[in-house]
Structures are given as C-alpha cells and as structure tokens.
C-alpha cells in the first residue's frame, strides 16, 4: 500500500514509517519539522515539509501522492504543556486535524489510522483501562484527542471515512535506527538516561504521595516496536475501531529509575519534586480488544527490554538527532 505518515518524523511516526517501509510498503512524509527531525525521516521514504496550519499544502500533498491510507501523527502531546498553553493544543489538535480530514474526503483518501491517547480517560472508575470506560480526560492535551475521536466518528457516519484509533499508553523505547529526541525532553525513560549518560545532574520525580504502593504515579509502558506493529494490523480493518493499547503490566516511577540503573550501571540521582499537573495516577491497558480483533500481541513485555532498547539508542546516539 501506499500510506502518507504525517508527523513521520516525529518519534512515533518515524518507526512506523521503518516498518512500514520494512514491509514493502511505499510512505510518504509530511512534516514541519517543528517537534520531528528531518535525520528521523527514514530514507527509503518520500519527503514532504509542509504544516497541518495549510490546508493547500496537504491537499496538494495527497492530490500528487494519493495514498491508500493516511497515519496521523502530527499533533502536541505534553500533558504538563497542555496544562499551561492549552489554545496550543486544540489548535494544533483539532483545528489543524480538521484540515487534514477536509483534504482526505476532498481527495478520497478511504481510511486514517488515528494517534490517539489513554489521556482521554483521565483516573479510571477500574483498571485495566479497557474501551467501555467512559472517557473523562483531565488536561486539554487528553481532551483534544477525546474530541477528535468524535470528531472521526461524525466524518464516518457522513463521509465513509474508515478510522482506526489507537490509545496509547506510555510508547517507549527505540528501534536499531530511531529513537526519543524531544526538545525540551519531558519523558520519563529518556530523561533518566540522560541522566545515565551524564547530560543531565539527576532525574526530577514529580509526586511521592500519589495512592500507588511507593506512592509514585504507575504507567503502562509499552515497546515502541509493538505500537508501531499495531499501525500495520490497523491497515488491514475494514470497519472503524478504537482500540487501547499498552501491554497490561504497570510500573511507578521509582521502579523505571531502578530498571535504568540496573540495565545501564550507572549512578542515576533523583530529587523529588511536587506532583505534575494533569497527572493521573494511574494509568493500566486493557488490550484485550485489538488482540481479539486485530490479532496485535506484545513482543516485548517487560519493562527491561523496552529500557535496554532505549538505553542502545541513546548509548549510540547521545546526541539525538542533532548534527
Ligand atoms: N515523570 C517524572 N520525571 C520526569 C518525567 C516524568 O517523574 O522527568 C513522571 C510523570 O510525572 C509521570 C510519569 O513519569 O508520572 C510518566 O511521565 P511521561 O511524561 O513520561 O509520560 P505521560 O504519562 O505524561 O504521557
């Protein structure tokens, strides 16, 4: 198939683009370059640098390129950001997403596979997360997403437009070749390796009084590689899904920072910091639904495979993608 991945520069996007390309499909990147990294941009791929904010430029993209299918990336995605700028986040989420489904049911494109969040559920009745929780998110970052998944239901109820959804739980970890590289880094796993590495004094641990049993907040981890391997079982749905994906285990803070100094050896400090805003405590998937449905399985289960793969990326490359 011939699949345009917006926002395919970005950590995400780039190793569903590697496994896409893998596969033997043909991709298309279109990217501002704002949050992804034109070194991120896997070479076998075609490149487009244009912003979602110009409805021209991405219906001139799909007009030349006309793909099968459509991988929606391209979006702000910090809760604490969210919390402080959040015009930021429905402009860019939903407003500029807007534009992306005009050009797609302007041109035809039949199907979009969708980055979405657990972020649209915010501190769950009951864990796992599975699909029948009502969602109620706590930030705008989560509710930006929340109201573009209706927003893609509304534009297959009318327009046909085949949406899948995928609600990711914490993405960590990295490929032989793409890696986590945010500028300013917020992400937990990375900023401890950072630290590992010795770019940064210690690591900041928001919230020690969270409900949890060493009172730090608990996160679904999920390999990056089975997020990605996710995308490509969505291609093959016929009908419009939303699905949560992580792996069902969950890990608090403090365990991810004693898994990154026992995988890397290294002295890796902590000063404790109040709570984040927007931080839910926690937050555990159901996958249940894309495995029944979908047949998707995590390869990588444990949180020390996920640490190890990230912690060979960011060992071969400390600079990220910087020159
Ligand atoms: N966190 C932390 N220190 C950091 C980054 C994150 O203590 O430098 C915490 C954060 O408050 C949350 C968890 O780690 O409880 C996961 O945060 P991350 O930003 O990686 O992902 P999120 O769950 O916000 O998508």
């Not at 001139?60 to 390129?65: C, D, I, P, V, Y």
């Not at 769950?124 to 239901?153: C, M, Q, V």
Request: hydrophobic share 40%; glycine share 8%; net charge neutral.
């Amino acid at each position: 198939m011939k699949i345009l991945v917006v926002g395919g520069a970005g950590y995400i996007g780039s190793i569903c683009a590697e496994l896409l390309l893998d596969e033997g499909h043909e991709v298309v990147i279109f990217d501002n370059l704002t949050e992804g990294h034109r070194r991120a941009v896997d070479a076998r791929a075609a490149f487009i640098e244009g912003d979602l904010a110009n409805r021209q430029k991405i219906e001139a993209a799909f007009s030349k390129t006309r793909p099968d299918a459509v991988m929606h990336f391209a979006a702000s995605a910090l809760v604490g950001e969210s919390m402080r700028d959040p015009s930021k986040y429905f402009r860019n989420n939903i407003a500029n997403g807007l534009n992306l489904l005009d050009a797609l049911v302007a041109t035809g494109v039949p199907r979009i596979i969708f980055s979405s969040t657990c972020a649209i559920f915010g501190p769950p009745e009951r864990l796992p997360i599975d699909e029948t929780l009502p969602p109620s998110p706590i930030n705008p970052y989560g509710e930006s997403k929340l109201a573009f998944e209706k927003i893609l239901r509304w534009y297959d109820q009318i327009h046909g437009l085949k949406v899948v959804s995928l609600r990711y739980f914490n993405a960590a970890g990295a490929s032989a070749k793409f890696g986590e590289d945010h500028r300013p880094e917020t992400h937990l796993i990375p900023n401890v390796l950072k630290v590992a590495l010795g770019q940064k004094r210690h690591v900041e641990l928001f919230g020690t009084d969270y409900e949890t049993p060493d009172g730090t907040c608990i996160r679904d981890y999920i390999h990056i590689v089975d997020l990605a391997r996710a995308h490509i079982l969505a291609l093959k749905s016929t009908k419009s899904e939303f699905y949560n994906l992580g792996t069902g285990g969950g890990s608090s803070v403090r365990e991810v920072i004693a898994a990154c100094r026992e995988i890397t050896g290294r002295k890796i400090d902590i000063v404790e910091k109040p709570r984040r805003p927007g931080d839910p405590p926690r937050l555990i998937a159901s996958s249940e639904k894309i495995k029944r449905e979908l047949g998707w399985r995590s390869k990588f289960q444990s949180l020390g495979a996920i640490i190890e793969s990230a912690w060979k990326w960011h060992e071969k490359f400390p600079d990220g993608y910087a020159d």
